[in-house]
């Protein structure tokens, strides 16, 4: 079974918008991290938030925060006022056992003037 | 400030040839991971390193083996390279076996097999 599932091959959006990137998990552990990775075309990987099981509180650093819903097993990246410079892959990711981060297959994201 | 260095950057193999792919790093890091990425399937991980002098296997880590030299390096071997081999490898390191640590990755070799 897949660990992380992000359903959105791409996604547009235009500049100055927002938009929100899908991720869900599935784990039956109850401490898990969960990261979100931007991968532009040059191809290096770029850690941008980062959110633990435990976080009460939603993640956010700067344009970037993360839709925690434990619940629902979801962890959302949503990111404010788009840029052009946002165009990229972006990847989910949940870390469970201290060890291994296991990634989502990805979001490509297109950001238009 | 080096961070994750991976060398080479480009490589194109024959079927069965036999490559080395480098990686170290300088910020001191405890944990290392080598994955791989294909179109359409994220990274994999195939063979990663809590620590000096341990490694485990990942996801997919037949064709492959790996030697942690130091706690700087952390090198992968293709034996006999394969077609499904192609792909682009993406070394990483972590501070601390925590779940909040975020992985730092190299830029990336990427590898053809003919």
């Known amino acids: 079974a897949q660990k992380i599932t992000q359903t959105q091959p791409g996604m547009f959006v235009q500049e100055k918008e927002a938009v929100t990137l899908d991720c869900t998990y599935d784990?039956?552990?109850?401490?898990?991290?969960l990261f979100w990775y931007k991968q532009p075309s040059s191809g290096e990987m770029i850690f941008l938030i980062y959110q633990g099981s435990y976080d009460e509180q939603n993640a956010t650093e700067g344009r970037y925060s993360l839709n925690f819903q434990k619940a629902r097993k979801s962890a959302n990246l949503v990111i404010s006022a788009s840029q052009l410079g946002d165009s990229a892959m972006y990847f989910c990711a949940m870390r469970e056992d201290f060890q291994k981060l296991v990634f989502g297959t990805g979001t490509r994201l297109l950001v238009s003037p | 400030n080096a961070g994750v260095t991976q060398t080479p950057k480009f490589q194109v193999l024959k079927t069965g040839q036999s490559m080395t792919l480098q990686c170290a790093q300088d910020m001191n890091h405890n944990s290392m991971y080598w994955y791989r990425q294909d179109p359409g399937m994220g990274l994999r991980l195939i063979y990663y390193?809590?620590?000096?002098?341990?490694?485990d296997k990942g996801e997919v880590p037949n064709g492959y083996n790996v030697s942690r030299l130091n706690k700087r390096e952390f090198s992968l071997r293709l034996e006999s390279a394969a077609p499904s081999q192609t792909s682009v490898y993406f070394c990483?390191?972590?501070?601390?076996?925590?779940?909040?640590?975020?992985?730092?990755f190299g830029n990336g070799t990427r590898l053809t097999v003919t």
């Open positions: 784990t039956s552990d109850q401490s898990y991290g």
């Open positions: 390193s809590a620590s000096e002098g341990t490694t």
């Open positions: 990483a390191s972590s501070e601390l076996t925590v779940l909040n640590s975020p992985l730092h």
